[in-house]
């Protein structure tokens, strides 16, 4: 069985995708998607389906990490903005830019994918579960870099509120 490989934005894709062989990486396209591209429902379920999920706060500071080295690499300036204002200030986009991880995983109101992982514990999960497969070489642990100081109690309720879904779909907790 093929694996195919969901890529929600900020969850360590492409890492593992440099780890798979022989699977079908759909980038950062959404399931609905997905499902249109291998050619509807009943061809997506013959393939295995796997994705990592994130949790929602560290998922977002990373986010903005991204576009504070994207900036000072390619623009050539410091990025002075500060996580708080980088979400206040694009509080209405950021879901399009980072879209609930709940769009990459769930069909009809109905989780279909077949494995979830956490890139809290990323590599463990994923070479255990990928041994089936024929891979038995580790998979790294993503380095995990710290996100609680970021937050403060205002900040965690707007993104609570942003990515509700996530939290309770997932299983992520709402306290820091």
Known sequence: MTILQLHP???GGRALNSHLKDHYYCGHKQLKEV???V???NEFINYHSIVV???????????HRFYSVYHEMHIKRKYSMSFYRFVHEFRDTL???CPLQSRYIVYNDVVVVDFIAKFEDYGRELTYHLIDFGY??????KRLRPWKPFYNKGLQD????MYE???IRLGYDYKI
Request: charged share 30%; net charge positive.
């Open 95 to 97: 879901t399009k830019i």
């Open 53 to 63: 999920t994130r949790n929602p706060y560290s998922r977002l500071r990373s986010l």
């Open 165 to 167: 879904e996530d939290f």
């Open 158 to 161: 707007i993104v609570y509120e």
């Open 136 to 141: 038995n070489r580790p998979i790294p642990m």
């Open 39 to 41: 050619g509807g429902f």
């Open 35 to 37: 499902v249109k591209n």
């Open 9 to 11: 934005v900020k969850t």
